[in-house]
């Protein structure tokens, strides 16, 4: 038997495991010539930003590709993209990765570091920040058309129990949410939200899950180490996990369709973390890790962040993670269905090509 998974409420499925309505710039928006937009994605070469582009060209859109200066970035080998360098930090370099005289421009600002460590370096402020100062710079400067910001959940109060979509600047509170990547993703969402000179929107996926993971995040590696037996416990608690081609296909819904200054949660589907290892270890017939209670967890985790650092390597685990894994973890996507269509495939489904997709690697 496999594991198996209740009822989400804020889902419109049962998830099963066994095998701002206008605002002055509204003026700006145009519609798309015969080619469609030139489509600028930062953080290309990231998770996100690749299974984008690929998305994007899957469509036949043209695309720039925008990715970290002097970064290696095997996520775009043999995709047909044109490749920038530009540093968001740097709003000369911003400047230079949006500038494409005569087009439209649609610009997907995927670009930021996520960290679940418990105590960030300043780095994550001026990414996460103001990187996202420098990007709405440039999108007054270089006249761009569309701005889809990608935040996170994160940067959600939760009200109720559930997070929601919050169109105004002043519901992102930095200081009243927990860890400095939620802090920081507060407050460019603010910003973003406050440039009523720019048509944008802002989208807030839920963690992220799936294939054509390059950067080898949290998930993955929880995969691969369920997969190849090297992960002998697993630990209580859970959240809203969402396959990121279905993030991405939200973010061009998003820009297609969205109204400009509206926000759209991206959520899939509850799941506990032990249940993700149990069902990836059923698959290659291996016997699931041991779950730990979040309790045990918590007292190991500083003594696990501090081995990660002596190594020189990401924790699986941290004390921030598992406060986030013992929340609720409940997120409502009904406005980005209604107004995006917006769907999250089954998780089982993510699961599978998750595992395929680390076993081809």
Request: proline share 4%.
């Amino acid at each position: 038997m496999g594991a198996k998974l209740g009822r989400d409420d804020n889902q419109d499925d049962d998830v099963q495991l066994s095998q701002v309505d206008g605002d002055s710039s509204d003026a700006r928006d145009s519609t798309a010539s015969a080619a469609g937009p030139l489509w600028v994605i930062t953080g290309a070469g990231g998770f996100l930003g690749n299974n984008l582009v690929r998305q994007l060209l899957d469509r036949g859109q043209q695309i720039r590709a925008a990715v970290f200066e002097g970064h290696v970035q095997p996520a775009l080998e043999d995709l047909d993209v044109e490749v920038v360098q530009m540093d968001v930090r740097d709003l000369d370099s911003v400047n230079a990765a949006f500038h494409a005289p005569g087009r439209q421009v649609w610009v997907a600002h995927c670009a930021g570091i996520v960290s679940i460590a418990t105590s960030v370096s300043p780095e994550v402020y001026d990414v996460n920040v103001t990187g996202v100062h420098n990007v709405l710079a440039a999108c007054r400067e270089q006249g761009v058309d569309k701005l889809v910001y990608v935040s996170s959940v994160h940067a959600l109060p939760v009200v109720d129990g559930v997070g929601r979509e919050l169109d105004a600047a002043s519901d992102f509170v930095p200081e009243l949410l927990d860890g400095e990547y939620a802090r920081t993703k507060a407050e460019a969402t603010a910003l973003v939200l406050e440039a009523t000179d720019v048509w944008r929107v802002v989208v807030f996926p839920t963690g992220l899950i799936g294939p054509n993971d390059f950067a080898d995040t949290h998930l993955t590696r929880m995969v691969r180490d369920a997969a190849s037996g090297v992960l002998p416990v697993s630990v209580g608690g859970g959240y809203d996990f969402v396959d990121v081609r279905d993030v991405a296909a939200g973010i061009i819904s998003a820009a297609e369709v969205g109204k400009n200054g509206r926000t759209y949660l991206l959520a899939g589907h509850y799941v506990l973390a032990k249940q993700i290892t149990a069902v990836v270890a059923n698959m290659v017939g291996r016997k699931a890790p041991l779950a730990l209670p979040l309790w045990v967890a918590r007292a190991v985790a500083p003594l696990a962040e501090f081995i990660s650092a002596r190594r020189g390597t990401a924790p699986l685990v941290t004390a921030y993670s598992l406060r986030v894994l013992a929340e609720p973890g409940r997120f409502n996507s009904e406005r980005a269905r209604g107004e995006l269509g917006y769907r999250s495939r089954p998780f089982q489904e993510t699961l599978r090509d998750t595992l395929e997709w680390v076993q081809r690697m």
